[in-house]
Nanobody, 126 residues
Framework: QVQLVESGGGSVQAGGSLTLSCRVS????????MGWFRQTPGKEREFVAA????????NYADFVNGRFSISKNNAKNTVYLQMNLLEPEDTALYYC???????????????????WGQGTQVTVSS
């Protein structure tokens, strides 16, 4: 059974930084592309960043604008999202997911992911 556990969320002021972690069990991260999404109340879950199976390719949503960095440590079966220059608009519940099937390419489509964690809350105050 695949389990994903996110951590690292919290409350910061605008301009601050956070690093989110997603530890995966039951599925080897070196075999799967992974992604981070976020959701606010009343809105659909939106793409933030994704990384390829090998870790060599990373894609980001336009709103990231160079502020975030996704990485993976396959030895620890963990994926990270380093977030800098946080803005109040970044306030959301952040989820990590594993892509369905063994593909090298990362995906920005929520429907391509079949396993999710419970989320970690990020709150940015102005």
């Amino acid at each position: 059974q695949v389990q994903l556990v996110e951590s690292g969320g919290g409350s910061v002021q605008a301009g601050g930084s956070l690093t989110l972690s997603c530890r995966v069990s039951g599925r080897a991260t070196n075999l799967y592309a992974m992604g981070w999404f976020r959701q606010t109340p009343g809105k659909e879950r939106e793409f933030v960043a994704a990384i390829s199976r090998s870790g060599s390719i990373a894609n980001y949503a336009d709103f990231v604008n160079g502020r975030f960095s996704i990485s993976k440590n396959n030895a620890k079966n963990t994926v990270y999202l380093q977030m800098n220059l946080l803005e109040p608009e970044d306030t959301a519940l952040y989820y990590c997911g594993t892509r369905r099937g063994i593909f090298e390419e990362p995906s920005s489509s929520r429907t391509d992911y079949d396993s999710w964690g419970q989320g970690t809350q990020v709150t940015v105050s102005s």
